[in-house]
């Protein structure tokens, strides 16, 4: 079974026990939109999605 990005950062995001707030947090947005995000149901600016990326790929 292949997954996309966004599913392998959230995948990543659970195993590191990181939550969608201090994530949210760091990318200046929204638990909400994080959320929806990781769901598939909203495509949030390039630049929340890249601190999305930074935040998880460095802990």
Do not use: W
Not at 7 to 19: A, C, H, P, S, V
Not at 30 to 46: A, H
């Amino acid at each position: 079974m292949e997954i996309n990005e966004r599913e392998y950062y959230k995948i990543k995001r659970q195993r590191l026990n990181l939550t969608l707030k201090e994530v949210a947090e760091f990318a200046k947005c929204d638990v909400s939109y994080l959320s929806k995000y990781e769901r598939g149901k909203y495509q949030p600016s390039i630049t929340i999605v890249e601190r999305y990326k930074e935040y998880i790929d460095n802990h």
